[in-house]
């Protein structure tokens, strides 16, 4: 067992190196996805600082508002996959069968494709965000305990694997439907609003807390940034983690369980 992990391992490396060889052709296409990247959230904070200033009553502060959106840009990043609709692709062109006989998966070759690009994304990304912040600085809220960056930086791990898991499971669908397009956009669509990624959640109306606290989206974007930029005490910290933990395992055996049925269905009519 440790022996397949550790080979894994050494597999994901060398194909993640290989993948960034690659794609550093493209440094100003990174550059120029970057600045799409970071220009909502910028524009987002700027709409609701201009809105505290006009007198709105908001259950948050200008300190949240503006932590929240100067790290919304990176931590979208991070935890972004965007391998579903290429993934299913490959499933239904029967791509698929070229890596059954490889010493690697196909989703070897995502998760090294998935970590290469973050890789090369984060030296164009990150300049950005530290003029951001430094342009904003008098109103962030900067946490003094290393510990809670510790938390931050488990939180954007945690979240990473999530989307990653979700991804698969919608893609696996493909084994059985000849196009899952619309469900791969209707997860983008449904995911922007309900993960904090348009609107923070702690803006959300009273009536619908119970269900948005709880709900698995919260855990890829916004819980990573309210660790930060929120006011969570070690009870809800703690409580938070161990929900994206449980989704992070939900999810891992519910993509692992359907990704093995397509296999078997895959192979069985001899594609």
Sequence with gaps: ??????RNLRVVRRMTAAEIAQQSVYRAAWVIFMVSNI???????????????????????KQYVTTYFVLLGFVTMATSSW??????????????SSWMVRPASLLTKFVANNLSEKFLKLFALVPMIGIVWWIFRDSMRIPAAPGR?????VSILLGAVL?????????????????VSALVQARVIIASVLSG????????????RGFVDHQPFRYTVSF?????AGQLDGGDLVAGLGFQLGYVVVFAVLARLVWAA??????????
Excluded: H, N
């Design 39 to 61: 220009c909502m959230p910028i524009i987002s904070l700027l709409i609701w600082r201009t809105a505290l200033a006009s007198g709105a009553r908001l259950p948050v502060d």
């Design 262 to 271: 397509g296999i078997r269905s895959y192979s069985a009519v001899g594609a």
């Design 224 to 228: 990573p940034v309210e660790v930060v």
């Design 197 to 208: 990624a348009v609107v923070p959640l702690a803006l959300m109306p009273s009536w619908s």
């Design 163 to 179: 989307v990653f898991t979700i991804d698969i499971l919608i893609a696996s669908l493909a084994f059985w439907m000849d196009d």
């Design 83 to 96: 391998m579903a609709a290429f993934l299913a692709q490959d499933i239904r062109l029967g791509k698929l």
């Design 149 to 153: 960056w510790v938390l931050f930086a």
């Design 1 to 6: 067992m440790k022996g397949t992990v550790a």
